[in-house]
C-alpha cells in the first residue's frame, strides 16, 4: 500500500479519469442514504423536508457530475 494504489480516487491522472467520477456519483448515493437513515431512525421522519432538500441538492451535483464525465469521455475519443 506505500505505492500510493490506495489514493487513486483523488489522483488526477492524463486530466482526469472515469474512476474519479465513479467514486463521486458512489459518495453522492451515500451521503443521501446517511441522510434518510438518519432522518428514519434519529429524528423519527420529523425533518422531511430538510432531508428531501439535501437529496435534491446532492443529486442535482451528481448528475452535473455525471454530465461532465460523458462531456470529458466523448472529446476523449474525437
Do not use: H, P
Not at 14 to 38: D, E, H, K, P, W
Not at 51 to 70: H, N, P
Amino acid at each position: 500500500m506505500r505505492d500510493g494504489s490506495c489514493f487513486r480516487f483523488w489522483i488526477l491522472e492524463n486530466g482526469g479519469s472515469r474512476l474519479n467520477y465513479t467514486f463521486m456519483l458512489y459518495i453522492a448515493v451515500c451521503i443521501m442514504q446517511i441522510a434518510l437513515l438518519a432522518n428514519i431512525t434519529i429524528a423519527k421522519g420529523a425533518w422531511n423536508g430538510v432531508t428531501m432538500w439535501l437529496c435534491t441538492v446532492v443529486f442535482v451535483f451528481a448528475t452535473a457530475i455525471f454530465g461532465l464525465s460523458r462531456a470529458r469521455q466523448k472529446d476523449t475519443q474525437k
